[in-house]
Structure formats: structure tokens, C-alpha cells
T-cell receptor
Framework: GEDVEQSLFLSVREGDSSVINCTYT??????LYWYKQEPGAGLQLLTY?????DMKQDQRLTVLLNKKDKHLSLRIADTQTGDSAIYFC????????????FGAGTRLAVHP | NAGVMQNPRHLVRRRGQEARLRCSPM?????VYWYRQLPEEGLKFMVY????????ESGMPKERFSAEFPKEGPSILRIQQVVRGDSAAYFC??????????????FGPGTRLTVL
């Protein structure tokens, strides 16, 4: 069945890079997404990548996709305290429409 | 340009009562998705609707839960005879279309349901 897995927790020092990893199972997924959730809030779309791409860069964010291994990563450069949040990986687009399958989320803690 | 709106933001119900959750999609969006987030978990798909049609309700519990998206007005997720296990955050997302890049989903702030 469809499944998305993420490590649950990541702690980094302010100014360092953060790398959040995700694995998925559905090879027919068209898009892969990263969402950010701050405490008590909804999900904010950070970035997405088409399944036929290897990499996408958007300011401080870099997404890498290894389709062979079904592995997705999100790198945040120069991590700031405002980046502290839960980051969700999601796959979608299989089955003809975009039902999203989410991972459990990675809680990023940024400390001085 | 208002985003996806959900109300109420917080809802408290006693066991056996009904809960009605509302979602107004972004302007111009005619596709709505509902997800449920249990504490410390990711979001789980519940139902996908277009105006006046339920396209996929494979994630909805078979009993007590229903959803609609009428021609006019918000989408409604209705939970009858709530139980403590229904306590969760319910998120609505909308998209411009159901496929392609324009199906990127934008999420509302969620409704946090607490069942006493």
C-alpha cells in the first residue's frame, strides 16, 4: 500500500543546514511536496517537485529526489529559529487526481 | 486574496452530539479535500469533493461521517454521534483543479474538535 516515512525529530544549531529525509512507496506519484506546520496552525506549502526532476532550488530550500530509491530530502540552508516547526513530506498525483499521502512529520528544533 | 477558511477553529462536543465543520475554499477553487490529523500523527485523507459531487470518500469512516460541497456555500464535514476517538484536527484543502500543477492544495487553519 501507499506509505510515506520520515524521521520524527531533528535538532540543529542556528545558522547550520538542516536536512529532512523522506521515503515513499508509490512509484506512480506525480508530485512530491513539503509542507510546514507551526504550532496550532494549518499547513503551509513550502515547495514541490515533479517526479521527473532530480532537484529543485528555491531560495534557502533545496529539494532532492532519488526516484530509484524513492527518497526525497529537504535541505534548509542557514536555518533560523523561525524555521522551527513540523515538516511534512507528501506524495500525490497517482490515481488521476491529487489525493495526498502524508508522512508523520519531522519536528525541527533550532537552537542557538 | 483570502485563503482557505475554516470554522469554527475550535469545537467542543459531548459524546453523542453532532459536529459540523465548514470549509470555504480559495476563490475560484472548485475542488475540496478533507484530512484528519490525530495527535502526533500526519494527516490522513478522508474525502475529495467537487461542487455537488463526492469523487473519493475512501478515507471516510463508513458510519457517522458525511461530507458535502453544495453548488452554493461552503463544504461541510458532518460527524454524527461523536465519540472521544473523533477528537482530532480536521483540515480542509482546496485546489483549482484535480490534476496537473493547478491541483496544488492549499490548506486552511483547521478545526480542532474535542469530544468530552
Amino acid at each position: 500500500g501507499e506509505d510515506v516515512e520520515q524521521s520524527l525529530f531533528l535538532s540543529v544549531r542556528e545558522g547550520d543546514s538542516s536536512v529532512i529525509n523522506c521515503t515513499y512507496t508509490d512509484s506512480s506519484s506525480t508530485y512530491l511536496y513539503w509542507y510546514k506546520q507551526e504550532p496550532g496552525a494549518g499547513l503551509q506549502l513550502l515547495t514541490y517537485i515533479f517526479s521527473n526532476m532530480d532537484m529543485k532550488q528555491d531560495q534557502r530550500l533545496t529539494v532532492l529526489l532519488n526516484k530509484k530509491d524513492k527518497h526525497l530530502s529537504l535541505r534548509i540552508a542557514d536555518t533560523q529559529t523561525g524555521d522551527s516547526a513540523i515538516y511534512f513530506c507528501a506524495e500525490g498525483g497517482s490515481g488521476g487526481y491529487n489525493k495526498l499521502i502524508f508522512g508523520a512529520g519531522t519536528r525541527l528544533a533550532v537552537h542557538p | 486574496n483570502a485563503g482557505v477558511m475554516q470554522n469554527p477553529r475550535h469545537l467542543v462536543r459531548r459524546r453523542g452530539q453532532e459536529a459540523r465543520l465548514r470549509c470555504s475554499p480559495m476563490k475560484g477553487h472548485s475542488h475540496v479535500y478533507w484530512y484528519r490529523q490525530l495527535p502526533e500523527e500526519g494527516l490522513k485523507f478522508m474525502v475529495y469533493l467537487q461542487k455537488e459531487n463526492i469523487i473519493d470518500e475512501s478515507g471516510m469512516p463508513k458510519e457517522r461521517f458525511s461530507a458535502e460541497f453544495p453548488k452554493e456555500g461552503p463544504s461541510i464535514l458532518r460527524i454524527q454521534q461523536v465519540v472521544r476517538g473523533d477528537s482530532a484536527a480536521y483540515f480542509c484543502a482546496s485546489s483549482l483543479s484535480g490534476t496537473g500543477l493547478t491541483d496544488t492544495q492549499y490548506f486552511g487553519p483547521g478545526t480542532r474538535l474535542t469530544v468530552l
